[in-house]
Nanobody, 125 residues
Framework: QLQASGGGLVQPGGSLRLSCANSGFSWGSYYQIGWFRQAPGKEREVISCISSGERYTYYTDSVKGRFTMSRPNARNTVYLQLTSLKIEDTAVYYC???????????????????WGQGTQVTVSS
């Protein structure tokens, strides 16, 4: 079971740290972890992911250099640090995970089996 938290209302240029706590099982070597977001009227899109064994990390172009995904000490919580937030970052943010092989992490939601409930991020002045 995944539990996402940390969302809120922030002004443009501000920061937030999202957390994704895994309480259902231990992330082993063959699980990928992803952060997705879904804005109103839009498809859910991947914004960042880590492959199994953390060999690969991916960021979509729109967040590259502003968002950072981390999993300190390989424990059961993954973070997404959001900085320099823009109005267009407003969305519900989801964490997801699923079994995978050794390749890069998946960029589409169908590649992930387990999802958190989402946390709302609103960027507004």
């Amino acid at each position: 079971q995944l539990q996402a938290s940390g969302g809120g209302l922030v002004q443009p240029g501000g920061s937030l740290r999202l957390s994704c706590a895994n309480s259902g099982f231990s992330w082993g070597s063959y699980y990928q972890i992803g952060w997705f977001r879904q804005a109103p009227g839009k498809e859910r899109e991947v914004i960042s992911c880590i492959s199994s064994g953390e060999r690969y990390t991916y960021y979509t172009d729109s967040v590259k250099g502003r968002f950072t995904m981390s999993r300190p000490n390989a424990r059961n919580t993954v973070y997404l640090q959001l900085t320099s937030l823009k109005i267009e970052d407003t969305a519900v943010y989801y964490c997801a995970t699923g079994a995978t092989g050794d390749g890069p992490c998946g960029h589409v939601k169908s590649e992930y089996e387990y999802w958190g409930q989402g946390t709302q991020v609103t960027v507004s002045s």
